[in-house]
């Protein structure tokens, strides 16, 4: 059963229009996807090891928050 989180975004360029190559959509998809079910499994080890789901979430918001562009202009 596919949950909402699932489902994917409609990409967009920095200017705001959709992203319209269909390779680069099924790259950011596979990325995003690879990422959610790591995500899903540090979190459920951790839960399973008695960690805090709670701190678990806040680390994983924290690493992506962190994340460094280095395209950035």
Not at 15 to 19: K, L, M, R, S
């Given at each position: 059963m596919a949950r909402a989180s699932d489902e994917f975004p409609v990409w967009h360029t920095p200017?705001?229009?959709?992203?319209s190559c269909l390779e680069?959509?099924?790259v950011l998809n596979e990325n995003l996807s690879e990422l959610r079910d790591l995500a899903q499994d540090a979190l459920e080890d951790g839960v399973l090891m008695g960690c805090d789901e709670d701190q678990l979430r806040d680390v994983l918001a924290g690493i992506v928050a962190g994340l460094v562009n280095p395209y950035r202009k």
């Open positions: 200017e705001g229009e959709p992203v680069k959509i099924k």
